[in-house]
């Protein structure tokens, strides 16, 4: 995955604080759970729910920064890139699943 120089240059500092802490991280993870294994998906979700509803975006779900994502990519470096990111082997279903349709605002002078 391509990532913007600001965010490897944060997870390269967090990994240099994970790796002076101490703790358990015998798989390199980024994200590890309390005792270095893979996070467990509910738990993630779980966490994701309670910080999104203290901030009041409880709108906002997992799925939401998947799809921006794809929508991005697929608007800057196309479908079929977009496809291939999140590991779909037919276009069309990121296109219907994932993909914003574009809508432009249209202005009408009133008279």
Same mark, same amino acid.
């Given at each position: 995955?391509?990532?913007?120089? %600001?965010?490897?240059?944060? @997870?390269?500092?967090? /990994?240099?604080? #994970? *790796?002076?802490?101490? +703790? ?32 009041? %975006?409880?709108?906002?779900? @997992?799925?939401?920064? /998947?799809?921006? #994502? *794809?929508?991005?990519? +697929? ?37």
């Amino acid at each position: 995955m391509t990532v913007p120089p %600001y965010l490897a240059a944060a @997870l390269r500092n967090l /990994r240099a604080r #994970q *790796e002076n802490s101490g +703790a358990q991280n015998p798989m390199g993870l980024i994200f590890p759970s309390s005792t270095g294994t893979v996070c467990d998906q509910n738990n993630v979700g779980k966490t994701w729910r309670k910080a999104a509803d203290a901030i009041g %975006y409880s709108w906002v779900t @997992l799925k939401t920064f /998947r799809k921006a #994502q *794809e929508t991005l990519i +697929a608007r800057t470096m196309g479908a079929e890139t977009a496809a291939y990111q999140v590991g779909h082997s037919k276009v069309s279903m990121t296109r219907k699943h994932y993909v914003e349709e574009y809508k432009e605002a249209t202005t009408r002078a009133r008279c």
